[in-house]
């Protein structure tokens, strides 16, 4: 039998890696053994679907294979499920079943949400943009009376909310696990919230002009909206409703 390894390229960033959390799982089920974690990575320290002792006869880059077949598949109509993001893309590659959908790292999902904790993150590094005055201003007007909490990196904006920046990505996941709602825009830290299904996500799209909204929709064939959760709510910057997304008045 020949033994499959997944190994990411070294230059994917927290988020990247985090979409494809769920390909072990769905490889388990659909082949009945482990797929080997060549790189060790970090995202896979808890998961218990991986080999890290075996060696690889192959081995399957999930980002720069994600497209394999895939086009021939969509032309003939032979894929299992609609493609609903960037990591069922990959999945579809390696022609797994679907048992999990969302990111997953199987550590801390047992946490006791803490009512009225509100995490948000401010700051996207490639696509997410940053949020302004005014949407910083509607949440802390939306959410009196709750702890709101800012994680992410050390030089991400001042707000006037409780300084949480800094942590490490796991003190993050399991602060963020322990929470009602996560506030952000697309960025790692809206990947991480995404593996913990308990906590509401609301996420802001920032980099889309009021035209593109009204065709702005989740999915692996659009470039830029394949990273997005089917759980999670869609906000804009604007004053109204556009399209799937709502005016972040009401964030």
């Not at 490639?126 to 005014?134: A, M, P, T």
């Not at 990505?169 to 996560?182: D, G, L, N, P, R």
């Not at 064939?221 to 910057?237: A, F, S, V």
Request: aromatic fraction near 14%; charge should be negative.
């Amino acid at each position: 039998m020949k033994k499959i390894g997944i190994s990411f390229n070294s230059a994917l960033g927290i988020g990247d890696k985090l979409q494809f959390t769920s390909i072990p799982e769905n490889f388990y089920f659909t082949h009945g053994y482990k797929i080997i974690d060549v790189d060790k990575s970090w995202v896979y320290d808890y998961n218990p679907y991986v080999d890290r002792e075996s060696k690889a006869d192959e081995i399957y880059n999930p980002w720069a294979s994600q497209n394999i077949n895939i086009e021939n598949k969509i032309r003939n109509n032979e894929l299992k499920y609609e493609l609903l993001g960037l990591s069922l893309r990959a999945a579809a590659a390696l022609d797994l079943n679907i048992r999990l959908r969302h990111n997953r790292l199987y550590i801390y999902e047992d946490q006791p949400i803490e009512s009225k904790k509100v995490v948000i993150h401010t700051n996207g590094r490639s696509e997410g943009g940053q949020i302004n005055d005014e949407i910083i201003d509607q949440i802390y007007e939306n959410y009196k009376g709750y702890q709101i909490y800012q994680i992410g990196g050390k030089d991400d904006r001042n707000t006037p909310f409780i300084d949480m920046r800094g942590l490490d990505v796991w003190k993050t996941a399991e602060f963020i696990a322990s929470s009602e709602i996560f506030i952000g825009v697309n960025s790692s830290m809206m990947h991480l919230a995404n593996c913990y299904t308990k906590v509401r996500k609301k996420i802001i799209i920032l980099q889309y002009n009021q035209e593109d909204l009204k065709y702005f929709y989740p999915s692996a064939y659009h470039k830029y909206t394949h990273w997005i959760d089917y759980n999670n709510e869609l906000y804009n910057q604007y004053d109204y409703d556009i399209g799937v997304t709502m005016s972040y008045k009401k964030i």
